[in-house]
T-cell receptor, first 113, second 119 residues
Framework: GENVEQHPSTLSVQEGDSAVIKCTYS??????FPWYKQELGKRPQLIID?????GEKKDQRIAVTLNKTAKHFSLHITETQPEDSAVYFC????????????FGSGTQLTVLP | KAGVTQTPRYLIKTRGQQVTLSCSPI?????VSWYQQTPGQGLQFLFE???????NKGNFPGRFSGRQFSNSRSEMNVSTLELGDSALYLC??????????????????FGPGTRLTVL
């Protein structure tokens, strides 16, 4: 969409704890919400995505929840491990522009051993 | 399947020069999108090409241009380089499926990027 706000910008958690990153979007017609993980010096990689017809999607330790009424979606990582340390980006494509992603500002997640 | 590839990986240019970056999508993918990543502005959309046509364009000056070839490979060009153009340029490919005339939102897979430094 036109605007995606992502919070927090930095997040430190102890290994084994959970981490939650939240994004808020403005376009009520948005229907696809991917999350990308970017390790230092590497390319962004899709870790999970959700479409607007479901409220939650899980993949092992990662889950994404979507609240269409409040226009926000969140990434949940449980049992965090040091290799989860990276920058995480949410994204939202503008309606009608399926392959034009508007990215959030990113969250630097640090998992402390 | 081979992933998205980009060449060159690193490039150093001086102000006023021009540069061409290349992106080869995953085999079978028909759409290529380009993004600029900087510490200050984050990840910003430049443009997207599908079937050799620019379909969407971000808010960048006309110095930034691109094209797509019949094999879906894409190039982007930046003319009259400025210091502020120093960035990681990422391309992403997607299938771009169509059904009943509508294009679905496909997963975008990113290349490793080209690190451009303008001196």
């Amino acid at each position: 969409g036109e605007n995606v706000e992502q919070h927090p910008s930095t997040l430190s958690v102890q290994e084994g704890d959970s981490a939650v990153i939240k994004c808020t979007y403005s376009d009520s017609a948005s229907n696809y919400f991917p999350w990308y993980k970017q390790e230092l010096g590497k390319r962004p990689q899709l870790i999970i995505d959700i479409r607007s017809n479901v409220g939650e999607k899980k993949d092992q330790r990662i889950a994404v929840t979507l609240n269409k009424t409040a226009k926000h979606f969140s990434l949940h990582i449980t049992e965090t491990q040091p290799e989860d340390s990276a920058v995480y980006f949410c994204a939202d494509p503008p309606t009608g522009s399926a392959r034009q992603l508007t990215f959030g500002s990113g969250t630097q997640l640090t998992v402390l051993p | 399947k081979a992933g998205v590839t980009q060449t060159p990986r690193y490039l150093i240019k001086t102000r006023g020069q021009q540069v061409t970056l290349s992106c080869s999508p995953i085999s079978g993918h028909r759409s290529v999108s380009w993004y600029q990543q900087t510490p200050g502005q984050g990840l910003q959309f430049l443009f997207e090409y599908f079937s050799e046509t620019q379909r969407n364009k971000g808010n960048f000056p006309g110095r930034f241009s691109g094209r797509q070839f019949s094999n879906s490979r894409s190039e982007m060009n930046v003319s009259t380089l400025e210091l502020g153009d120093s960035a990681l340029y990422l391309c992403a490919s997607s299938l771009a499926r169509t059904s009943g005339g509508a294009t679905s939102t496909d997963t975008q897979y990113f290349g490793p990027g080209t690190r451009l430094t303008v001196l």
